[in-house]
T-cell receptor, first 116, second 114 residues
Framework: AQKVTQAQTEISVVEKEDVTLDCVYE???????LFWYKQPPSGELVFLIR??????QNEISGRYSWNFQKSTSSFNFTITASQVVDSAVYFC?????????????FGTGTRLKVLA | DTGVSQDPRHKITKRGQNVTFRCDPI?????LYWYRQTLGQGPEFLTY????????KSRLLSDRFSAERPKGSFSTLEIQRTEQGDSAMYLC????????????FGSGTRLTVV
């Protein structure tokens, strides 16, 4: 069965600290996609990154970086030098290719609070 | 194109009333998805359309829920005889078919049933 686990419900950090948000997934599909979305208080889900199951390269985009490890079924997200504007709920999601639907299975989210 | 639009942003209704939400996807996107998000949870898949065809419905979508996408453009989600358990954020998203590049989500409609 497909499942995404975000064990950290809420994290608080002081501005400029680094923070890592964990994501562990379960799937039997060999072709799948992993995503991170940010949900600020306004409610809209903002796309951050997509990874396919065949690409285990880590990625860096500015202060954001992602570590994908198939061996541990994890897709963790690190924010370097956090800022108050990073405060939001962050969701990890899994999409399996086999069904053709490309529907997402979301985790329960991690609320990040960055304190000034 | 201004992205995915949802209307209304907020809706308060009395239990037992019917409500209808509208979603306008990005114009060139032929896939449209509806998700429901309750407090403290991640969004859950409800249904999706490819063009005007509704191709999959979740078991979460009870008989009181119906979704349409006439002419493959905007979509509506109707909830009949609302219950307090229907209170949630209803999110719409769109994408290109066979695109694995992720959806674009709208800002959602927050429904409160009193």
């Amino acid at each position: 069965a497909q499942k995404v686990t975000q064990a950290q419900t809420e994290i608080s950090v002081v501005e400029k600290e680094d923070v890592t948000l964990d994501c562990v997934y379960e799937t039997r599909d060999t072709t799948y996609y992993l995503f991170w979305y940010k949900q600020p208080p306004s409610g809209e889900l903002v796309f951050l990154i997509r990874r396919n199951s065949f690409d285990e390269q880590n990625e860096i985009s500015g202060r954001y970086s992602w570590n994908f490890q198939k061996s541990t079924s994890s897709f963790n997200f690190t924010i370097t030098a956090s800022q108050v504007v990073d405060s939001a709920v962050y969701f990890c999601a899994l999409s399996e290719a086999q069904s053709g639907t490309y529907k997402y299975i979301f985790g329960t989210g991690t609320r990040l609070k960055v304190l000034a | 194109d201004t992205g995915v639009s949802q209307d209304p942003r907020h809706k308060i209704t009395k239990r037992g009333q019917n409500v209808t939400f509208r979603c306008d996807p990005i114009s060139e996107h032929n896939r449209l998805y509806w998700y429901r998000q309750t407090l403290g949870q991640g969004p859950e898949f409800l249904t999706y359309f490819q063009n005007e065809a509704q191709l999959e419905k979740s078991r979460l979508l009870s008989d009181r829920f119906s979704a349409e996408r006439p002419k493959g453009s905007f979509s509506t989600l109707e909830i009949q005889r609302t219950e307090q358990g229907d209170s949630a954020m209803y999110l719409c998203a769109s994408s290109l078919a066979n695109s694995h590049y992720g959806y674009t989500f709208g800002s959602g409609t927050r429904l409160t049933v009193v």
